[in-house]
């Protein structure tokens, strides 16, 4: 895959996630009930970047879960004969919790759609919100984020790709050619 253009490093990711870090405490007026849920799998280290983040600002651990969407997905035949279910993992209550889905990236909002519907089987939380690093635009369902690093116009010929020190050897996104 040829690299269209670099959208941030590691320091503009870095600045990026303390930002929606700050965002999440504000619009929540605190932390009490949040809960950081992330998708598999990049939401994964999104959602414990921000955890380590809110600690930072506040003094007080967050809880991250795992959530995966493997067997929630509408495309499920598409994707694969013999999907890898690698399971969740939510070692908290979500009940009248305010849970934070994590996501690295917003396209069409079905990955949201399956993870709300994932979230769901484990309870029923007071609120859920959405937090991802990039918005790509291209919805097909009616789903927004609540907290977006940044807003990156895309066509369909191009490919956001994240990657995270923790599962790639690197932070950095780009705009790749299909």
């Known amino acids: 895959m040829q690299t269209k253009s670099q959208i941030m490093d590691k320091a503009q990711m870095e600045r990026t996630v303390h930002r929606i870090a700050h965002e999440i405490i504000e619009q929540n007026r605190g932390l009490e009930k949040i809960r ?18 809110l600690k930072l600002i506040e003094n007080q651990e967050i809880p991250v879960g795992i959530l995966d969407i493997t067997l929630y997905r509408d495309d499920l035949s598409t994707i694969s004969h013999q999907p890898v279910i690698k ?16 996501d690295d990236v917003l396209f069409t909002g079905r990955t949201v759609r399956a993870a709300i519907d ?18 790509r635009g291209h919805r097909e369902l009616p789903i927004k984020a609540d907290y977006v690093g940044k807003n990156v116009p895309t066509s369909n010929e191009e490919i956001i790709k994240v ?4 599962t790639d050897g690197q932070d950095s996104v780009r705009i790749v050619l299909v």
């Open 36 to 53: 950081l849920v992330g998708i598999r799998s990049r939401g994964v280290p999104l959602a414990q970047r921000l955890s380590s983040y």
């Open 87 to 102: 399971g969740s993992q939510l070692d908290f209550d979500i009940e009248d919790a305010v849970i934070v889905l994590v």
């Open 118 to 135: 994932a979230l769901l089987d484990f309870g029923r939380p007071r609120q859920i919100q959405l937090a991802v690093l990039i918005d």
């Open 163 to 166: 990657e995270f020190e923790e």
